[in-house]
């Protein structure tokens, strides 16, 4: 038998954490990020860890939560422009930063887990993320060399899982999760809910089950939202279009 | 009189054909998709992962699950797909968006842009800038024509580090439009704000610039 | 207005064909197959054509019918061992062919969808398909370089779609169609179902609107099967798991 | 006595551990999944885009949407997924298959195989052949020992165009069991068919190998 739910966050990520272990967190801004996963991190008390995650989190929630407690050696990300205390131990020489084009990053995430070992982009082609890279022409225009990404773990959110291993997500909160399902050695996925295996529509599966091997069901999803914008009930053509 | 902020992103949305597909950048060029005359058929993309976005949502209905790339709550409409953030820029990066406009610091003569970093303050990264300059079919550039300090922003060169290079194909400031004849130059002039005068545009202006203002309305 | 709907597959590619053009076609096998628009290109008498396709039909279906009609200069494909057509055309040198690893050709038509120039693979080194190709080695493997593939026109085939060109799949028809409704200048697709825009669950849109360019609807499909196996009724233990 | 394709499938099926992601090619190696015993968790995976194969379909039930890699009708069961041909060899290429089972003409000492095409007669295509040595974490080759000529398909080094090269991890024949102790050699002889001797593999297999009859049953 393939058992792949764990009975919470914790126990899914027991022997596993190791300092100076490389890891995949899911998420855009605080937008589909694993919660529980991230605090089991914290609680285990594990350090010096390089996270590929697009972003860092707040101050106070998301990956910030580790920042904070000193467990973040270097991060590779593309944004991390909403953290202070990233801002101030990046000035203070106690972190490390590899900043990557947000396409480039994803597209590094996804050749990793696809067995590209490198593809050539135009992105940042004459611009300092070239620098030291090799370049090519393709139809008369340069592309740069970039490489796959890979990791010792990867976690991520879904909205539902099966049994199986498989997984959807739900709206903007897909993001980066799906390619990081791909890239990690052990991949441990946090989901709303467990559902029955054979209750979501095979089409639609956006993760298929090969790819995850630990599941765990979340207790409570907090879900900060970082920029909360509204619009008047009464003027409905005001709006982000 | 220079335009307003408004003015702009209504003069950018003058570039929009209908059936257009188009990301917009964080700050005024969020404020295109309101100068957008009605029933044009125009989607927005956002490089999280969303093609079709709705407007904001009514207070309370915010969901956390929905955001765009400026991490802002937002809705979807029936013509809404999302995907994931590597499928979004396989899109950007493929040239299949229309039309990227963007925020800049500097625009060179060449078409070179800077509009991510400046040395010596802190990084927050490029996020997903360099790729849409990248691979959009059209980069309209929104900005200033100058710094608060008065220091021009069109330069011979930019002096900030670059998002890319021979990219942009027009430049919108509270002064004046500019367009590139073809990627990579040469910049041309093609109109002024209402009582702008191109003495006062070329003195505010480092990069060279040809003249070619049939479609002023000075 | 968008008008992305039209009337057949004739008035969907007229104006549109040319002599010589390269067309990606989509499905695998017969499966998944834009049934429709191959007839319209039959009918239309374009000739010198270059097809993208991972096979090339049978002897009277899918492609097949376009060899039949003499319109076909060249095949990228991996696989075309069930059609005695093409085998008499090529000995005969009446017809190029380019032979691709599946996974290559599949790859090579995402990244050229994708805005990627080249890709490094593992698959072929050492083999025929890796002569005169650069090579480079990442994490002490070799690899060599596959480059994007782009068409004039691409003919794909979806299960539902709406007016906004919103398509989905279904089950193992979607093979090649989603690349390639990404790395055609043109994209046509057929559907066997029309819907309303705001039907399709946007978490479940296999290929965003976007790509689409024109949209039919087909009026009978064949959907013919290439190789029909079945169990007896009685025992369900026989299969192919 | 030699094993027949069904011993030989059963052989391979004993490679499979509970839990496996395994891809099945053409041939013999489809025997492979009816050999397995009950209560086994192994998902099977088909290259045009399909994971968790099920047993052929009723008589009236086949599905001309459903095929397999071979082009054949088959079902779903409870945990399939459905993804593009991408994402088929992406899964295959980047590492995450287990297993894979395939047919071949010739396998050489340091493991390279050729599978996919005789020089002289028509060319069909590799298919996914290449991908699928390249990229699963185990390949194992199901074949006769020798050619219908008598001619040995064990080789020094394989004659016919290679589909890939050091790949190999076993060789499961009708007379014998071989694996390579890592991959690129040496081969090792592990296993005999009941009533074949040492002498009749040596004499039809041209390929060096050790002898490590430890797990012998003749």
Redesign the interface.
């Known amino acids: 038998m393939r058992e792949k739910v764990w009975a919470d966050a914790k126990s899914a990520l027991d022997g596993v954490l190791k300092d100076g272990m490389v890891i995949m967190a899911g998420g855009?801004?605080?937008?589909?990020i694993p919660e529980h996963l991230i605090t089991a991190i914290k609680n285990s008390g594990v350090k010096d860890l390089t996270f590929i995650s697009?972003n860092c989190g707040v101050d106070d929630f998301g990956l910030g939560i580790l920042l904070a407690n000193g467990q973040v050696k270097k991060m590779i990300?593309?944004?991390?422009?909403?953290n202070k205390l990233f801002?101030r131990l990046?000035?203070d020489g106690k972190l490390e930063?590899e900043?990557n084009?947000?396409?480039?990053l994803?597209?590094r995430?996804?050749a990793g887990g696809a067995g590209i070992g490198g593809f050539y982009?135009?992105?940042?082609?004459?611009?300092?993320?070239a620098e030291g890279k090799p370049t090519r022409e393709f139809d008369g225009h340069t592309y740069v060399l970039e490489t796959g990404l890979t990791a010792d773990l990867s976690i991520i959110k879904a909205?539902k899982g099966d049994r199986e291993g498989n997984l959807i997500?739900?709206?903007?909160?897909?993001?980066?999760?799906?390619?990081m399902a791909t890239a990690g050695r052990l991949v441990v996925a946090e989901v709303e809910e467990l559902v029955d295996t054979g209750a979501l529509d095979p089409d639609h599966i956006?993760t298929p089950g090969l790819y995850v091997d630990r599941l765990i069901v979340g207790d409570h999803f907090e879900?900060?939202?970082?920029?909360?914008?509204?619009?008047p009930?009464e003027g409905?053509?005001?709006?982000?279009? | 009189m220079a335009w307003t902020r408004e003015q702009m992103a209504a003069r950018a949305a003058r570039q929009i054909e209908?059936?257009f597909?188009v990301n917009l950048g964080i700050g005024i060029p969020?404020l295109v998709?309101?100068a957008?005359p009605e029933?044009m058929?125009?989607?927005?993309?956002?490089?999280?992962?969303?093609?079709?976005?709705?407007?904001?949502?009514?207070?309370g209905?915010?969901?956390?699950?929905?955001?765009?790339?400026?991490?802002?709550?937002?809705t979807?409409i029936?013509?809404?797909?999302?995907?994931?953030?590597?499928d979004?820029?396989?899109?950007?990066?493929?040239?299949?968006m229309d039309l990227s406009i963007l925020g800049s610091m500097q625009v060179s003569e060449t078409g070179?842009i800077a509009n991510w970093t400046v040395p010596g303050k802190?990084?927050?990264?490029?996020?997903?800038?360099?790729?849409l300059v990248?691979?959009a079919r059209k980069v309209i550039v929104l900005m200033e024509h100058v710094e608060r300090s008065g220091a021009p922003k069109l330069l011979k060169a930019c002096t900030l580090?670059?998002?890319?290079?021979k990219v942009v194909d027009m430049v919108i400031t509270d002064l004046a439009v500019f367009e590139f004849e073809k990627r990579g130059g040469p910049l041309r002039l093609i109109e002024l704000a209402p009582d702008v005068t191109l003495d006062e545009v070329k003195a505010k202006t480092e990069a060279a610039f040809e003249v070619a203002l049939e479609k002023a309305d000075a």
């Not at chain 1, 084009?101 to 480039?104: D, E, L, R």
């Not at chain 2, 029936?78 to 590597?86: G, I, L, N, Q």
């Open positions: 855009f801004g605080l937008c589909g697009n990300s593309s944004y991390v422009g909403e801002e990046y000035l930063l900043l084009p947000q396409g480039t994803a597209e995430i996804r982009t135009k992105t940042g082609v004459g611009t300092v993320v909205w997500y739900r709206k903007t909160a897909r993001n980066f999760n799906p390619m956006h879900k900060r939202i970082e920029k909360v914008i509204t619009r009930r409905a053509t005001e709006g982000a279009r | 209908d059936g597909y969020t998709a309101n957008l029933g058929d125009v989607s927005f993309q956002s490089e999280n992962g969303m093609l079709g976005i709705g407007p904001f949502p009514y207070e209905e915010e969901d956390p699950d929905l955001i765009n790339a400026g991490k802002q709550t937002i979807e029936d013509s809404t797909s999302y995907f994931s953030s590597a979004a820029f396989a899109m950007i990066r493929g040239g299949h070179d802190i990084v927050k990264g490029m996020g997903g800038a360099m790729d990248a691979g580090p670059l998002t890319g290079t």
